[in-house]
């Protein structure tokens, strides 16, 4: 940030760096918020990517340090360093679907700020649609790379959520189940009905649309039901 800064003229003041707590993990952060005043989006990109580019030679350090020593102690932990800063890297930092380094990163060369909230206002656009709050001309148009972008947002949570859920039937099956509830109540219950508000809202007339949502819910809950559960699975 201060090289990128110099090279155009811009005076930056000290840089806060810590330890955060995210996922019940220690993490090292290093605040460059103020890259935002980059007028060149690859010189923001550069410092997007410093602290991945970092975690790229952890691995590679890790992996030579296992090549080099035949303690099989110093093996495992090497081998684990590695993988853990290479899958974090790849999996986390660099995901564009998370808020992490990869989504400024991507907001930068696309030169689209605030695309997550660009992308759930072009998602909003389907359901305005689907239950006919204002006639076709009155809504704005379909922005399909950003519907792509949203259905990717929303697999990546899935997949963490899907991912936790499974970690945690490990430990304890009621755990499992507890984070499963949260997951359904971020990610499903949390949302529709913030997206039945907005659309009646956002409706000319309100009763019909109503009425569309009801019986929309109603055919989900019934097809919910009629689901078939394995053998010795209580519903």
Request: glycine share 6%.
């Amino acid at each position: 940030l201060w090289r990128t800064a110099a090279e155009e003229g811009l005076p930056v003041n000290s840089i806060r760096a810590g330890i955060a707590v995210m996922l019940i993990m220690p993490f090292p952060f290093t605040n460059v918020s103020s890259a935002w005043r980059l007028q060149s989006k690859w010189r923001r990109a550069v410092v997007g990517v410093a602290g991945m580019y970092v975690e790229c030679w952890v691995a590679i350090a890790a992996m030579f340090l296992w090549a080099a020593t035949d303690d099989p102690l110093l093996r495992s932990a090497a081998i684990q360093l590695a993988t853990v800063a290479a899958v974090t890297t790849l999996l986390f930092n660099l995901n564009p679907f998370g808020r992490m380094d990869g989504y400024y990163v991507a907001s930068d060369l696309l030169e689209r700020p605030n695309l997550m909230q660009r992308a759930a206002a072009a998602a909003m656009a389907v359901p305005a649609r689907l239950f006919r709050v204002r006639p076709p001309s009155e809504l704005p148009p379909l922005e399909p790379w950003l519907l792509a972008y949203w259905l990717g947002m929303l697999g990546y949570r899935l997949l963490v959520f899907g991912g936790l859920v499974w970690l945690a039937h490990g430990v304890s099956p009621w755990a499992s189940l507890a984070i499963l509830a949260v997951a359904v109540s971020l990610l499903v219950v949390r949302p529709a009905l913030a997206t039945g508000k907005r659309l009646l809202a956002m409706a000319a007339d309100p009763v019909p649309v109503r009425r569309r949502l009801l019986l929309f819910a109603a055919a989900v809950l019934g097809f919910l039901f009629l689901v078939p559960f394995p053998a010795g699975v209580a519903a």
